[in-house]
Each structure stands twice: as C-alpha cells, then as structure tokens.
C-alpha cells in the first residue's frame, strides 16, 4: 500500500455497502474498522450482540478489500488495539504521518458523536463528516416539521408517505386509509400455521473463543457454532426475501400477537441487519410494496401499511425524537421510579408466564418483538415503578438490534413515560386482560389473569390500579386516561382499599413473583 493520504472511519453499524465512499477505489484513501472495548464494555450486551456486530463487520471488511480498498483492521486482541477509537485514531496518525486529512459518516449515537468531534479538535488535520446515506430523514428532521411543539409521529408519518409517494394515491392514501391499526390486533388462532423461522448457521466459535480469552463479560446464551442472525448483506437479504414470501401475507394481521408457539411469529427481523445498514429501508419498502402489487389477493393494504408504519413511520421517528431531545433524555423520570429491576430480569424465572417466556426468549435469542417488550416487560416495569436508568441500561443490552438511538426513545418515552408524554400522549399500560386478549400465556401461567387480589392474582391487575392511584397529580387530567380515573373512582371503597393492598405486597416482594 502507498503511503496513505487521507484516512476514513468506519463505524460497526455503518455497514452500508451502496455508499458513496465505496463506488471507486482510491489508493491514497486508508479505511479504519476497530473491535474495541470502548463498545463491547459501555453495557453488558448479549453474546449474541457482540457477536452479530464484530462477525458482521469482519465480513463488510472482507468486502471491502476485494474491491480493491485499503483497509487497516483492528482485531479485539490485535496487540496494538488501544481499545478506544480516539486513541486508535492517535496511534494510526503516528503510525502513518503521511496522512493529511480525515473522515467519517456521522454517528448514529451521541456518545460518538461527541467523541468524534472531540477528537477533530486535537487531530491536527482537516476533518470532513459525512451522512451516513441511510435514512429517510435529517437528524434535525423533527425540530424542522415540529419547531418546539409536541411532536406526534401520525402528522410525521403521513408527511413521509406523501413526500416519498409510499402507499399513495395521488395526493390521498392508498384506498383512503392512512392507519390499519384497527385490522392488526388479532390474537393468533391455533388454526393459523406459523411458519418456522429462516436461521442461519454461521460458525463463529472462533471468534467467540477470542471474547472468551479476553473475558468479555456478556449474558444470554448462544451457540456459536450456529449463530442464527445474518452477518452480511447477502444473509440479510435473503431474510428480507424469506419474510416478504413467507410472512408479509399475516404480517399486519398479528403484528401485536404473542403466542407460545413461536418466539419470531410473523415478524421480519430485520432490525438487526437495518440498524447496521446491510440493508437500506428503502430497499425493504419496495420490496414489500411490489410484493403487494404482484400479489394482491395474498397481501392486503394493511399487511403492509403495518410494515411500513414501523420503518418508514417509527423507525425514523424515534430517530428525530433521539437527536431532538439529546442529551437531556436520558435523564428524564417524569414519574420518579426508582425500584431496582428484580433478578429475574435475567433469567427468565418468574411465575409470571408471559414474562417468564418473553424475558427467557430475550435470553436464547437476543430478541423479542416489539409487544413483548412494550407490553409485556415494559408495561410490567411501568406498573412496577423501576428506575428508567436500569431499564434502559438492560434494553440496550439484551438485544441484538439495540443501539442507543433507536432503544433510548423506545424504553424512556414509549415505553416507561419518563419524558412525561414527548412519545406517546399516554402511559402504555394494562392489565392482565389486554395479554390474555393479545396472547395464549395466561392459560398456563400459576396466576390468575382475571383475579385482582389473592394469592393467585395477576400481579398485573393490581398493580395496574396501585399505578394510576400513586399518580393521579400527574396524570388524572389526561385526557386519553380519563375513563380509568371514572372507573377507579366508582369502585367500592374497600375494593379499592384490598387492590391497593395487594399491590403492596407484589411491589415489597418483585424478586418472587
């Protein structure tokens, strides 16, 4: 190699193989990719996280030096890894001083995007920052629609399905309706058959023997020898195919369905391959959408307005909402929890059935789809009043897709409500009875899903009560919760008086549940 003139950073979920910086070859040009423990240490992460991330990168490396690119690669145990991206990016311009400017894409963290801007101050040489090439939408995208009002991700998602012409007829919605949220809320009946999951069987038990040896502290589990997840384009986009062929049909359908029968269901699980850009959202819209239009009589509107809400909508959503409200968000409590997660959290072994699946499933997969995390263990940790930091810090580690833009505003807003209502205009909480409408766990769990006090009660039901009554200062005037406040008050005293008892009971015992 030449000496080197310019010097390009990779980030480990920039994986974006279709970017400008890649479609032609530049000997004075050194790319930089790092397995650091800056990254594998910040949370405990899932096994499977680490090594989704370092396999995935590895094989973009590969990539890139076939198509003739420079590329210095920094291996985990690589005895000149200084384990931190400012001082690697040090130690490289020592190393190769005939290097006269640097770049990178913007990161999709503001940890690193701090870090990285930092770090340009004290370089010494010129710096140019790239965009990434991957969303739909600006990082500044929220505070340019919204100003300083209240964003609402409807007004948002409709202005992106009219500016890209997604679903769109004209100027009005695909057969008139913007939102089928009403058609997607079924429970699964035994008598649909789910298909089995596409798995890969990646071998990386080399590279789980180097974590190991360099005692990376991780949880869950994985077999290492057949990791399922897709570690590079190819493998992710032939999930993408495999889901558009096979699950896209029901996908909307049962998009909020959760069933012991399967721990994957009708969902894509792309997440994973997206948030590391070996896929681009707009390839997986179009794909989906022209699976529609050639075949219409197996994929109706809202099988796939449901798929496009949650990328072309949430997706970047929360994306706005992440660099609009950094870095104040991650200490918002609005509610001020503070109960420390109980010790099931990692491992699954609690009596209550629809968490003991969700939270054992996170475990062997690294991964649970979006009502099992919303309103399963996150409706749980709402009503249970734990410390949004804790929360957080387990969401952003025990899944694969987990990366702080996307999980922050997920966990903190929609989920726990610590940013006071910024996400969702309402506390996403419930009873046992939405589970037991939404799922089959209730049937076989030890407590009773229609019992609000005794020892086999659900622990939700009063603790959805004890929720609501702890916060009526807050939340009594919001109009979306009001009902809930006409009914509780309608109670009879003492049955009130006995939930809120037994509430008390589960919150002084979380750990035996």
């Known amino acids: 190699m030449a000496d080197p003139e310019k010097l390009r950073l990779i980030l480990g979920d920039q994986l974006h193989s279709g970017h400008s910086w890649y479609q032609q070859t530049d000997p004075s040009c050194l790319y930089v990719m790092m397995e650091i423990r800056s990254e594998t240490d910040y949370v405990r992460h899932h096994i499977q996280k680490v090594l989704g991330f370092f396999a995935a990168m590895r094989r973009f ?3 890139l030096e076939m198509q003739g690119h420079s590329l210095y690669y920094l291996k985990l145990n690589d005895p000149e890894n200084r384990q931190s991206f400012d001082a690697n990016l040090r130690s490289i311009l020592e190393k190769y001083p005939s290097i006269q400017e640097w770049e990178y894409q913007e990161p999709d963290e503001y940890r690193l995007d701090v870090l990285l801007r930092e770090f340009t101050t004290v370089a010494g040489i010129p710096c140019r920052v790239y965009d990434s090439e991957h969303f739909y939408t600006s990082r500044n995208s929220l505070r340019e629609m919204f100003g300083d009002k209240v964003p609402r991700m409807e007004f948002f998602y ?26 997607n809320r079924k429970k699964i009946p035994s008598s649909v058959s789910i298909p089995q999951p596409l ?10 023997a180097m974590l190991d040896a360099e005692k990376i502290s991780t949880l869950g589990n994985v077999k290492a020898d057949e990791f399922s997840w897709p570690i590079d384009r ?34 894509s699980r792309l ?9 681009h959202p707009d390839e997986v819209l179009q794909a989906a959408i022209q699976a529609m239009d050639e075949r219409p009589e197996e994929i109706s509107c809202n099988q796939l307005e449901g798929f496009v809400r949650q990328i072309l909508g949430w997706r970047e959503f929360v994306r706005g ?32 059935n629809c968490l003991k699946t969700s939270i054992k499933q996170t475990m062997e997969h690294a991964y649970a789809h979006h009502i099992q995390r919303l309103m399963v263990i996150g409706n749980f940790s709402l009503l249970a009043g734990l410390h949004p930091d804790e929360i957080d810090q387990w969401y952003l580690g025990v899944y694969i897709d987990a990366i702080e833009w996307v999980e922050l505003p997920n966990t903190r807003g929609m989920s726990q409500f610590a940013d006071g209502g910024l996400i969702a205009s309402k506390p996403y909480v419930s009873s046992a009875a939405y589970i037991d409408k939404m799922s089959d766990y209730c049937g076989s769990c030890f407590y009773s899903s229609k019992e609000k006090t005794g020892e086999k009660a659900c ?3 009063s603790l959805y009560w004890h929720f609501f009554d702890r916060h009526q200062d807050k939340l009594k005037r919001n109009p979306r919760i009001g009902m809930a406040y006409q009914v509780w008050e309608k109670m009879d005293e003492e049955k009130r008086k006995s939930i809120l008892q037994q509430a008390d009971i589960y919150l002084n015992q979380l750990d035996s549940l």
């Open 61 to 63: 490396a590969a990539g």
């Open 158 to 183: 409709r202005n992106l399905r009219k500016k890209y012409n997604i679903m769109m007829d004209g100027s009005e919605p695909l057969n008139g309706r913007w939102n089928y949220d009403a058609d």
């Open 199 to 208: 798995l890969f069987s990646n071998n990386l038990s080399e590279l789980k």
């Open 234 to 267: 190819e493998q992710a986009l032939q999930l993408l195919d495999f889901f558009i062929q096979n699950l896209l049909p029901l996908f909307g359908t049962y998009e909020d369905a959760m069933s012991l029968r399967s721990w994957s269901l009708f969902h």
């Open 271 to 279: 997440s994973f391959a997206l948030n590391l850009k070996m896929l």
């Open 321 to 352: 909402i992440y660099w609009r409200e950094m870095p104040g968000y991650t200490e918002k409590n609005f509610l001020n929890h503070n109960r420390s997660l109980p010790d099931w959290f990692w491992t699954g072994n609690t009596k209550m």
């Open 459 to 461: 622990p939700f039901n």
